[in-house]
């Protein structure tokens, strides 16, 4: 009896291990894609393997193709200050959950191959800032439509993702110095 009340426990603590690691961070209800297209700034990020060299100035543009799919263009800057730009496409899969997209970076003989998640799972109202975020929390993404966030915009984003259960820590802040010099250029002060 003893042997047995053991085992359902040991059952139930490697169950309830396995339903909480299968958990994945919560979509927002809609996504306008329209509204998303434009330039985002990457605050910061978990990086993929492709952007580790990545040192600053990290952007995503994206672009609404004619058959529905999106354009994504990403770029950033190694330590020399060299771009290194990707060209990839996004799609939504399923239109009954318009905030879980697929993107893939990896063409071949006219197919988008490899597509990785895309889950966006916090928004602001007004489309200024985006969390996107992975069903595994390997990567995360912070976006901003400006090169830098407000600190308590930022600290609220950072709350909001420990709560879905990512670590913080994890994340990489992105120097987008390079883009806030660009950006007081083309708007001098008292301008």
């Given amino acids: 009896m003893k042997r047995a009340i053991l085992l359902l426990c040991t059952l139930g603590l490697i169950g309830g291990g396995l339903i909480m690691a299968s958990a994945s961070p919560t979509v927002v209800e809609d996504l306008d894609i329209e509204r998303y297209m434009g330039r985002w700034y990457a605050i910061a990020s978990i990086p993929t393997t492709f952007e580790r060299q990545c040192v600053q100035g990290t952007t995503a543009d994206y672009r609404l193709l004619e058959n529905g799919r999106v354009e994504v263009t990403n770029t950033c800057y190694d330590a020399e200050g060299v771009p290194d730009v990707a060209v ?31 889950w966006v799972i916090d928004l602001a109202e007004d ?26 915009t930022l600290l609220g984003i950072t709350e909001r ?25 083309a708007c001098p002060e008292g301008g």
């Fill in 161 to 185: 993702l420990e709560a879905q259960g990512y670590d913080f820590k994890a994340f990489r802040m992105i120097d987008q110095s390079i883009h806030e010099a660009e950006a007081e250029e």
């Fill in 127 to 152: 489309y200024s800032y985006a969390v996107v975020g992975h069903p595994t929390y390997r990567y995360g993404w912070i976006l901003s439509r400006t090169p830098t966030l407000p600190a308590e």
């Fill in 88 to 118: 990839g496409r996004a799609w939504i899969p399923d239109s009954d959950e318009p905030t879980k997209l697929k993107v893939s970076f990896v063409r071949f003989l006219g197919f988008w191959l490899f597509p990785g998640a895309y």
